[in-house]
């Protein structure tokens, strides 16, 4: 999941747009060795009113792309994100920044939905392999009952040969005269 944020933050940003990274996955942050940057400081030290969140957020390559790591560890993630405070620093950064992308926990952890319900949407990442059928399908209810709007989702971890998943080829929709493609 990290590394698809990542991924998608850093190719909105090529694309012109001023982005933003947030690691909320305060239990297992990942974000930091993405991205080879510390995790000294970030989102926590906001919450504890530490840094500012202007502090915590760091520009990172050649494009607009800022990153705010977890940053230490605090004893009651789920209280944090569900907060007020957590409300107005999305707000805050909803108004500096084109998009805001936040890397949570996995949906299994009750931080992930409670973040779910307080921005425009949100991305399942599935792991092929690793998550199964019904976890996916419980996810997604999860989501709908705190309120999340879903976008869509994406399948991480697939292999090209995998029986079941994915295409090896296409064709254009309404038999339009156009060759398979592989």
């Known amino acids: 999941k990290t590394t698809v944020a990542a991924n998608l933050a850093a190719i909105i940003a090529q694309g012109g747009k001023r982005v933003a990274i947030i690691d909320a996955d305060f239990r297992r942050p990942r974000l930091h060795e ?7 400081v970030g989102l926590s030290d906001v919450f504890r ?19 705010a790591t977890a ?10 994100l569900g907060s007020e405070k957590m409300k107005q620093l999305l707000s805050e950064l909803e108004e500096e920044y084109d998009l805001v992308i936040i890397d949570s926990t996995p949906t299994v952890v009750t931080d992930s939905q409670l973040i779910s319900a307080r921005v425009d949407g949100v991305l ?3 792991s092929i ?3 199964d059928t019904e976890a996916a399908r419980v996810a997604v209810e999860q ?3 705190a309120g999340a709007r879903i976008l869509g989702g994406v399948m991480n971890n697939m292999h090209a040969n995998a029986q079941g998943y994915g ?4 064709e254009y929709a309404y038999g339009e005269a156009t060759p398979k493609t592989r």
């Open 71 to 80: 940053g230490e560890k605090p004893p009651n993630p789920a209280e944090l």
């Open 143 to 145: 989501y709908q009952r």
């Open 129 to 131: 392999g690793k998550t």
């Open 124 to 126: 399942l990442v599935i």
């Open 49 to 67: 009113d530490r840094i500012s969140l202007q502090d915590a957020t760091k520009k990172w390559g050649d494009f607009d792309l800022y990153v």
């Open 34 to 40: 993405e991205l080879d940057i510390p995790n000294r």
């Open 167 to 170: 295409y090896t080829s296409y």
